[in-house]
């Protein structure tokens, strides 16, 4: 399940505590937690409801100003069934710690180098160091207009970045990515080394 910036701010705030979504299965369970870009969202329960019962209080707790507006909110056809996911804020992303983190010693350093590179020899080719130059080049720039720098399809470039944000060196953005300070720091200090 995917939330948007939006929708993540306001479970984070505290404002919305319930999303909808139209699913010909639930998706999610109740008690498993959601990366979100505002930080950790814990599933609380889910389960199926009849659209026509929500009431605009609902809607309200969903973030929504009414019911009409909830139901327009909805992907997909009206027949599939309609499930109520209750959710709320565990708190920040260990990902978005680890990325504020641009004190690099030479320990850090090393065992960033060593793990870019493991991931490097276990691909087809070496591509940790130009996705991250290529993300430093040009913050907030679509991921397929990225991915077709590179050289990879948007899949495989999405999925590449989710490894280098696994170690902090980039933030997702509402479109495209930045580096994290972490990003930054690493590639000022590892410059002169591919140079």
């Known amino acids: 399940m995917i939330f948007t910036v939006a929708v993540a701010r306001a479970i984070a ?47 309200r707790a969903a973030g929504e100003e009414s019911r009409s507006h909830l139901e327009k909110s909805f992907f997909g056809p009206s027949s599939l069934p309609t499930y109520l996911i209750e959710v709320s804020y565990l708190g920040t992303d ?68 989710r490894r280098l944000k696994n170690l902090g060196l980039t933030i997702s953005l509402e479109t495209g990515y930045r580096l994290s300070p972490r990003g930054t720091a690493f590639l000022r200090l590892t410059d002169n080394a591919v140079d």
Not at 31 to 57: C, F, K, N, W, Y
Not at 116 to 125: F, Q
Not at 127 to 141: D, F, H, S
């Open 94 to 161: 260990p990902r978005d710690v680890l990325a504020d983190d641009a004190e690099l010693d030479e320990t850090a350093l090393n065992a960033l180098r060593t793990t870019l590179s493991r991931m490097d020899s276990r691909s087809e080719s070496a591509w940790t160091r130009a996705v991250l130059t290529a993300i430093a080049a040009e913050p907030g720039r679509r991921a397929a207009d990225l991915a077709e720098q590179v050289g990879l399809d948007t899949k495989a470039f999405k999925a590449r970045v």
């Open 13 to 59: 705030d505290g404002t919305v505590r319930r999303v909808y979504r139209r699913w010909s299965s639930a998706r999610v369970t109740a008690g498993s937690v959601q990366r979100s870009s505002s930080g950790m969202i814990r599933i609380d329960s889910v389960h199926e409801v009849d659209p026509a019962g929500l009431t605009d209080a609902d809607a």
